[in-house]
């Protein structure tokens, strides 16, 4: 059987169909015959519920001109799975199904009830704050930057609603907060890629002078005495991204698990020792691998490498030069720092 190439259903265009259409989707033994999108949802989740790959989401999805917008989906609509002569399909929003000569005939219902946001492509929710405040620092000397003096009065750790005094205060009216942490080094030259920054919070400025008094805005964590302070980032978010596979010789290797979880699973935000020079840009994906050791060849007398698993996917959402933040899409088991991660035919 060959799959049919759809046109786009997103109106971004997500992807080019050819790099879809060469694997054909498998429907997961345990998936629903239906499913109704609720707040929250992604594409990329929905289509996880039916397929075995869901990066194949394209492949499935039914376009409908009988639909007004049949690249936008929303909470309430009904996802139905379909098994046609070319293979499976989602539709949205079937009225009544009918079986002629091995074809199914679809008649969906034009959405009226007016919707604010349709769904995003990925779980946009689990990335939102990392868009803004994940960044690489390339200087890693605590001495350069701006910093938290300590707090007003015997506060020694301040959060959000707090005054804490802060040094070297240029002209900007509003800061981040953050929190200087170690170097990204390659996973294979030993390169050192840049400085972890993590996010603290953010700041604005009261009074300046030396020191200046600010006030904390708000705050992820307790700000501590030496925490720096950069400007902030605005520079507009693009709302969705266009994953596509990254290069097929690809390489790159995890070496950092934004706040520290000891297993990295779904959704974790992972760093990769690859960046913009690499060739790695926003919204690649990536298979990531596990290597599994060897095993002694007792006729051979030998050790053999045994080749490495994949155990997991990743979405690229932000790039800097030398290193990039990923999203874990989903994991068999727990993945770990310095697991590799590779384009899709390597």
């Not at 605590?142 to 959060?159: A, K, R």
């Not at 693009?238 to 290797?253: I, L, Y």
């Not at 950092?256 to 974790?268: H, L």
């Not at 993945?335 to 590779?342: A, G, T, W």
């Amino acid at each position: 059987m060959t799959i049919k190439k759809l046109i786009g259903l997103l109106s971004i265009s997500l992807l080019s169909l050819s790099l879809v259409a060469a694997e054909i989707p498998k429907v997961k033994t345990d998936s629903p015959q239906t499913y109704i999108v609720q707040t929250g949802d992604s594409l990329w989740k929905i289509a996880d519920i039916f397929l075995q790959n869901p990066w194949l989401w394209p492949s499935v999805w039914q376009n409908n001109a009988q639909i007004e917008n049949p690249h936008l989906i929303y909470p309430g609509d009904v996802i139905a799975l379909m098994i046609t002569s070319e293979g499976p399909k989602l539709v949205v929003n079937p009225k009544a199904n009918q079986v002629t000569g091995g074809e199914i005939r679809l008649s969906p219902k034009i959405i009226q009830e007016e919707h604010q946001r349709s769904i995003p492509l990925i779980p946009l929710n689990e990335i939102a704050q990392f868009l803004q405040q994940s960044t690489v620092l390339n200087d890693g000397d605590q001495n350069s930057y701006p910093y938290i003096l300590g707090g007003l009065g015997e506060h020694v750790i301040s959060g959000s609603g707090d005054k804490v005094y802060g040094r070297k205060i240029g002209g900007d009216e509003n800061l981040n907060i953050f929190r200087l942490g170690n170097p990204y080094i390659s996973s294979t030259t030993k390169e050192n890629l840049g400085y972890a920054a993590l996010y603290v919070g953010r700041s604005a400025v009261l009074k300046k002078g030396d020191p200046s008094i600010l006030l904390i805005t708000n705050s992820n964590r307790e700000v501590l005495p030496g925490d720096i302070l950069l400007p902030i980032n605005n520079d507009a978010i693009e709302p969705n991204f266009k994953p596509r596979p990254a290069a097929a010789d690809f390489s790159g290797a995890i070496i950092d698990v934004v706040d520290g979880v000891s297993q990295i699973g779904q959704y974790n935000v992972v760093v990769i020792d690859r960046g913009m020079r690499d060739g790695l840009e926003e919204g690649h994906t990536l298979k990531v691998l596990k290597n599994t050791g060897q095993t002694f060849d007792t006729r051979a007398s030998e050790w053999v490498d045994l080749p490495a698993e994949m155990v997991g996917t990743l979405l690229v959402f932000k790039s800097f030069e030398k290193v990039s933040f990923g999203l874990i899409m989903s994991s068999t088991t727990a993945i770990e720092l310095l697991d590799r991660v590779v384009g899709e035919a390597s």
